[in-house]
């Protein structure tokens, strides 16, 4: 059973523009959510993470959107640029646990 | 380069071929993980060892073997795989099993 949910699969933006991505959860346990960036012919590399007593956390370009609520979280990318085009991950993991969980992954295309 | 190298890049194997993969990580680390990433499927987690004891086992199959001689260390060794193994294989290292995960560039393995 996939435990992060994550949409869309692929996803197309213009340069300047700003790309969306969004997962969703289940597991209440999970307390630590990051995102990962990975180029082709390259490991994922973390982008930015964050924990559920804030509902935002901004770093440069991106900014991770969390609703504990509604148990899910999103990257937002603001001025998308042809160099963010990669494959990002969402992911998701327990207090206690050792797996971090991924989402399927999405495919950015920033076209010039 | 994130400080955690994987050999080789690239493998071709028969189903009755043995092979290992290596990894090895420059950051002091204590965790060291592997992964297996498949088209359109999330990254899998397969090993997690936590200072050379090995803490997770995702019910792998037993024709992956894993062996951390030390913690900058960790090997994978293959034996009689099949085509659906054909994959990218993930090294990782965190300090802490709780910590961020560092990811190596990867192993490209394809099971003739």
């Known amino acids: 059973q996939q435990q992060v949910k994550q949409s869309p699969q692929s996803l197309i933006v213009q340069k300047g523009g700003i790309s969306i991505i969004n997962c969703a959860y289940e597991?209440?346990?999970?307390?630590?959510f990051p995102w990962y960036q990975q180029f082709p012919g390259k490991g994922p590399a973390l982008l930015i993470a964050i924990r559920p007593d804030v509902s935002e956390k901004k770093e440069g370009r991106f900014t991770i959107s969390f609703n504990k609520s509604a148990k899910q979280f999103s990257l937002h990318i603001m001025d998308s640029q042809p160099g963010d085009s990669a494959t990002y991950f969402c992911a998701a993991s327990e207090k206690s646990g050792y797996a971090l969980n991924f989402g399927k992954g999405t495919s950015l295309l920033v076209t010039p | 380069e994130t400080g955690v190298t994987q050999t080789p890049r690239h493998l071709v194997m028969g189903m009755t071929n043995k092979k290992s993969l290596k990894c090895e990580q420059h950051?002091?680390?204590?965790?060291m993980y592997w992964y297996k990433q498949s088209a359109k499927k999330p990254l899998e987690l397969m090993f997690v060892?936590?200072?050379?004891?090995?803490?997770e086992n995702n019910s792998v199959p037993s024709r992956f073997s894993p062996e951390c001689p030390n913690s900058s260390h960790l090997f994978l060794h293959l034996h009689t795989l099949q085509p659906e193994d054909s994959a990218l294989y993930l090294c990782?290292?965190?300090?802490?099993?709780?910590?961020?995960?560092?990811f190596g560039p990867g192993t490209r393995l394809l099971v003739l």
């Open positions: 597991n209440t346990a999970f307390d630590y």
């Open positions: 990782a290292s965190s300090q802490d099993w709780k910590e961020t995960q560092y």
């Open positions: 060892y936590n200072f050379k004891e090995q803490t």
């Open positions: 950051l002091g680390h204590n965790a």
